[in-house]
Nanobody, 120 residues
Framework: QVQLVESGGGLVQPGGSLRLSCVVS????????SGWYRQAPGKERELVAT???????NYADSVKGRFGISRDHRRNTVYLQMNNLKPEDTAVYSC??????????????WGQGTQVTVSS
């Protein structure tokens, strides 16, 4: 069974940094398109950053220049480096990925989410 488990969230002051990690575990052949999404209280979930299998990236305008998505293929881990954090970045951050299973079917998976709170 494939699982995505996030970590690295927490409380940080405005201007601070955090690095989120998303570890993909289980039996699979490949991690395809992966990304980070966030949902603040009372708001809809929104895309933060995505990375294609090719390595190309896409960012929400609100995080461009501050956040960076990366992947470590050996560790089956997707990262989100968040710098110069603002109170409006406060949300539950969730990892998402297209996983090719051992039967070569591709399924989309979500992690459980990790809370990021930016406050002084």
């Amino acid at each position: 069974q494939v699982q995505l488990v996030e970590s690295g969230g927490g409380l940080v002051q405005p201007g601070g940094s955090l690095r989120l990690s998303c570890v993909v575990s289980g039996r699979f052949v490949n991690i395809g398109r992966s990304g980070w999404y966030r949902q603040a209280p009372g708001k809809e979930r929104e895309l933060v950053a995505t990375m294609e299998d090719s390595g190309s990236t896409n960012y929400a305008d609100s995080v461009k220049g501050r956040f960076g998505i990366s992947r470590d293929h050996r560790r089956n881990t997707v990262y989100l480096q968040m710098n110069n954090l603002k109170p409006e970045d406060t949300a539950v951050y969730s990892c998402n990925a297209d996983i090719t299973l051992t039967n070569y079917w591709t399924r989309n998976y979500w992690g459980q989410g990790t809370q990021v709170t930016v406050s002084s």
